[in-house]
């Protein structure tokens, strides 16, 4: 058995999380491979929004298994306040869970270093959503963090401590105010409650289902160009957003990836700081952002809307090595007379068609112009009858990328989906 991925080609918020919703009845088991609370999974059914920062999208099916891996940070905190909104809406959770003890933990002191780090960066700041991602990553890879399987040793408060201090005397270097005391209480309630969990190998535990033939759907967080190798650094994440990071992130071996499911809204956002070559800070930028409902799933702030960014596109396909698209949001440009998308960049006097080192020194963006649908699509039933605009614009993309777009999301609800 192979394991396909669902992960995001853009900025993040593509709407994974609705995407690994719509998939998981085709799956036995659900799993997230990297990032922690900074993002933020919306999904929707029965009219009812959830959004999920830890727990993987598969979770409000009734036969599957959720698995979170080595490669996700998690914050007790946040984690806890989550497992109670599911646990209220009546599942089982601590049933469908699985957590790696290999997963690092995001102490109230991470959050701390990550606010005095944005606050003393000031105008170069990355906009982080200050859930102390960049901090937990930098001790896991300085190799001093502490993992999900240390809350089972009888030393854990000690380590806690040793860590913590650590963290004391780092923030000697900014002028920053701040009580961890007041975040501990919480913090060590989140892991009592993490306690009770299944914590296990579960690089162990999912190719045990993949050898039994159980079908493994991995689920990634951000989006390509928030990957800390291949994203606009520095304004990315701290983990790695793309296919190769579900293998580290799960402990699978890279023979056994299956289909790519590469997600991407039918124009772009980015919420935070760092270069947008194809941004729109005009009427059409706001109409995006008012008719897409673009405001942050876990911070609330407004995103940055633009139109689809064909040359950041064909790089995340091509880092991902993605043989599906998934395209979503197509049901909030319907009102537009023209749609643009991009297809090259004005760089030092000159039109790429590759991302440059430094995105912040694309002068212009060069568009192509399609023509809008302008048609009511958030209910149409079957590919057949989408507008013949809205199938040329998936020609185009298809064409342009040699990847099929094999399902069209038209509305958030679990129900507005077509496949092709
Ligand atoms: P994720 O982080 O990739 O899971 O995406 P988010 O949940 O942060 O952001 C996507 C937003 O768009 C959420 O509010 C979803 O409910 C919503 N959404 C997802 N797919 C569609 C769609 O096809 N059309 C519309 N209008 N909204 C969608
Ligand atoms: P999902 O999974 C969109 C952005 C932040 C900031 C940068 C670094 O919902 O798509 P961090 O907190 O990771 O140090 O922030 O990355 N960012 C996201 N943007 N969606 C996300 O997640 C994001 N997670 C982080 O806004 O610019
Ligand atoms: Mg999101």
Redesign the pocket.
């Known amino acids: 058995m192979k394991v396909d991925v669902v992960l ?1 080609l853009q900025w ?7 995407i690994v919703d719509v998939l998981t009845p085709q799956y036995d088991v659900v799993a997230r491979f990297q990032g922690g609370p900074n ?6 059914f029965n009219r009812i ?1 959830h ?1 999920l920062h830890s727990i993987p ?1 598969g979770i409000f099916h009734d036969n599957q298994v959720n698995v979170i891996g080595n490669g996700v940070v998690i914050d007790p905190v946040i984690f806890k306040k989550e497992a109670d909104a599911i646990y209220s809406l009546g599942v089982d959770l601590k049933k469908k869970l699985l957590i790696s003890r290999k997963a690092h933990l995001i102490l109230p002191s991470h959050r701390i270093l990550d606010a005095a780090s944005e606050a003393a960066k000031g105008v170069t700041k990355i906009g982080s959503t200050l859930k102390g991602i960049g901090p937990t990553y930098m001790d896991k890879t300085g190799r001093n963090g502490l993992r999900v399987g240390d809350i089972l040793l009888p030393d854990f408060r000690e380590k806690y401590n040793h860590l913590t201090q650590k963290h004391r005397d780092l923030l000697r270097i900014y002028d920053y105010s701040y009580n961890i005391e007041e975040h501990e209480e919480q913090w060590f309630a989140g892991i009592e409650e993490m306690r009770g969990y299944t914590i296990t190998d579960t690089e162990y535990e999912l190719n045990r289902f993949l050898q039994e033939g159980r079908k493994v759907l991995a689920e990634g ?1 951000q989006g390509t160009m928030l990957d800390i190798d291949f994203g606009s650094y520095p304004f990315v994440t701290s983990s790695n957003t793309i296919s190769a990071g579900a293998c580290t992130g799960l402990g699978i071996a890279p023979g056994r990836l299956g289909e790519i499911f590469g ?1 991407f809204k039918a124009y772009c956002t980015r919420v935070g700081a760092g270069p947008f070559p194809s941004e729109l800070k005009d009427e059409t930028g706001n109409f995006l952002r008012e008719k ?2 673009e405001y942050g ?1 876990t911070t609330g702030r407004p995103r940055r809307c633009g139109w689809l960014d064909l040359v950041a596109l064909k790089y995340a396909i091509l880092i991902n090595g993605a043989t599906q698209l998934f395209m ?5 440009l319907s009102d537009l007379d023209t749609i643009k998308v991009c297809i090259g960049y004005w760089y030092n006097g000159k039109l790429i068609e590759q991302l440059p080192y430094d995105l912040g020194e694309i002068t212009a963006p060069e568009y192509v112009s399609l023509k809008g649908w302008k048609k009511d699509i958030s209910s149409i039933d079957g590919a057949s009858a989408m507008p013949a605009e809205l199938k040329a614009y998936i020609r185009f993309i298809e064409e342009e990328t040699g990847v099929p777009v094999k399902l069209v ?4 609800d679990r129900t ?1 989906i077509l496949f092709r």
């Open positions: 995001g993040g918020d593509e709407g994974k999380g609705k993002a933020g999974h919306s999904l929707e929004k959004v999208s967080a997600v897409g409902h799933a979503t949001k197509a049901d909030v999301s038209l509305g958030p507005q």
